[in-house]
Each structure stands twice: as structure tokens, then as C-alpha cells.
């Protein structure tokens, strides 16, 4: 039976992907940092590697046997300098390993805006990749996820007291998906054969602006929940006072002005792909766990 590889199970898409796969008995492989985070996956049946994404001996081993791979760039700390420094040892480290076994697919986690060269903060981290691993012989498919839903989670608390902050004015609409859609989505492309590189972009059921998360989440916290909006140019500011890097801050402030701007979009709006779960039971998923 095929070996899948599958990376960040200990977050969020890995181990919807992990574990989807495993639901229908397919053979996994986990790659984790440490020993102790791979304990559950073991007894759930799944071999377990372990190691760092940015060492090639570690990544090489694991994909060693492996028909196809789950693989992404770790997200920052939010504390973290030499953002584009780290990335790019990811990513030599994929170029330098991927074409070395008998992989005959990889899926990496990218980003919708990908396509763009600058202007898009932390995205660009996403673009660099895409560019160096178009370059191998494996087929990749880039999965372009939206803005993800749980990116709201660092305001559930000011929710439960009835104000949504954000830096996106409350009207805006934009594409956001929750990550259970993303790792069904990855999970399903993992067991497909492509034979050349490709692009799949992929957003939740429907876009929403800031005024209906605030919706759902009054009517998941059972309080009414108002959305109130701040000026993007001040959020690189804002963000260093709740400890985030300069550098850090800065991104994201960019990021956040190419998806108003419209400069962060996908590339071919016409076959986007919508995942399933609505927006209401992504947020009350993430109320129950917060």
C-alpha cells in the first residue's frame, strides 16, 4: 500500500489531513519535531519520522518510501526576525530532497496571492516556494488557501464582551475558509495523480465580510457581538504592543493592505474551489476549544 508523508500534525491542516487519510485506511507517516508529539499518531496507526523540516537528513529519511507528501512552511512566532531567512531554509531544504526519492506527488500548503511577487507580507514566504519547487521533477500541487477562519480566534475574548476588532473595514468582503476544509482539501488531492505541476485555490462555502463573523459569533456565544474597525495603516503599531516583532508587525500590516487593496486574490477566481463547513460552525468549534 502507498505511504503518505504528512507534516504538521501537530497543528491545525496536518492532522485534519493525518487523520482523514487514516479514516480510509490508507498508510501514513507523520514528520514531527519531537518524539513525545508522534506517541498519539502512533496509536492510531501511523508510522511516525522524526525531525525537522529545514534538515534535509531528516526529510530525506522521511519521505525515504513515501509516494506522496503533505508539506508546508511552518508558520512564524509572532516574535520572530529573519523571516525570509528562516523560509528560505525550508525551502532549499525541499528543492534539495523532494526529487531524491520516489515520491510521485507533493502537496504543499500555499497561499491564495501566491502569484504575486511583493506587496503581500508574509504570503511572499509562500511565492518563494512555489518558484523553487516548480522547478522539480515531482509533480506539485500548490494549495492555495484563503485567509483562514481561525485566524479570529485571538479575538474571541473581546467577542465574548461584544466587540470584534479588526483592521479590515466591517463591510469588506473576502475569501475565508476554515482549515478543516483545507485539510479535507489536501487530503483529497494527495490520493490524485498528477502528472505536471498545478494550482488548486480553494476558499469556504462562501465570503464574508467582518460584520457577519461577527454574526455567527453572536449567535455562537449567544451575546450580541459588534464588529468595529481600525485604520490598517495603524496595525503594525497595535501589533507591537500585544509583544509582535517590528518585522512581524510590518507583514502582516502589508498583508492585510494587499487584501484591501485586492492585491491579495486568487489567480483564477473562476475555478476556485469552496470547501464544505460553514462559517458559524468553524467559529463554535473554536469557542469550544478556546
Not at 466587540?163 to 476554515?178: C, S
Amino acid at each position: 500500500m502507498p505511504t503518505t508523508l504528512v507534516a504538521g500534525v501537530s497543528g491545525r491542516t496536518g492532522a485534519v489531513v493525518a487523520q482523514l487519510l487514516l479514516d480510509q485506511k490508507q498508510k501514513v507517516r507523520v514528520l514531527v519535531h519531537e518524539a513525545a508529539k508522534g506517541e498519539r499518531w502512533k496509536k492510531r496507526g501511523a508510522e511516525v519520522a522524526v525531525g525537522s523540516l529545514d534538515d534535509a537528513h531528516a526529510v530525506a529519511a522521511a519521505i525515504r518510501g513515501a509516494d506522496a507528501a503533505y508539506l508546508l512552511v511552518p508558520a512564524p512566532l509572532h516574535t520572530a526576525t529573519g523571516f525570509f531567512q528562516r523560509v528560505q531554509k525550508f525551502i532549499d531544504t525541499y528543492a534539495r530532497t523532494l526529487d531524491g526519492g520516489h515520491l510521485k506527488q507533493v502537496v504543499l500548503l500555499s497561499s491564495v496571492g501566491a502569484q504575486v511577487k511583493e506587496g503581500t507580507g508574509v504570503v511572499r514566504a509562500l511565492h518563494l516556494a512555489e518558484k523553487a519547487l516548480v522547478g522539480l521533477k515531482v509533480p506539485c500541487t500548490f494549495l492555495r488557501a484563503c485567509s483562514f477562519v481561525e485566524n479570529w480566534g485571538g479575538m474571541l475574548q473581546a467577542a465574548k464582551g461584544g466587540q470584534l476588532p479588526t483592521f479590515v473595514p466591517v463591510d469588506f468582503k473576502y475569501p475565508q475558509v476554515g482549515t478543516h476544509d483545507i485539510g479535507a482539501a489536501a487530503a483529497s488531492l494527495l490520493v490524485e495523480h498528477p502528472k505536471a505541476h498545478r494550482v488548486v485555490e480553494l476558499a469556504g462555502p462562501v465570503d464574508a465580510t467582518p460584520n457577519d463573523v461577527a454574526a455567527a459569533l453572536g449567535k455562537v456565544l449567544g451575546n450580541e457581538v459588534k464588529a468595529v474597525s481600525q485604520p490598517v495603516a495603524q496595525m503594525a503599531t497595535a501589533l507591537q504592543q500585544f509583544g509582535f516583532s517590528a518585522e512581524m508587525a510590518g507583514l502582516f500590516q502589508e498583508l492585510t493592505e494587499g487584501i484591501v487593496a485586492r492585491r491579495v486574490v486568487f489567480e483564477h477566481p473562476e475555478t476556485v474551489r469552496r470547501g464544505k463547513e460553514p462559517l458559524e460552525t468553524t467559529l463554535r468549534g473554536m469557542v469550544q476549544k478556546s
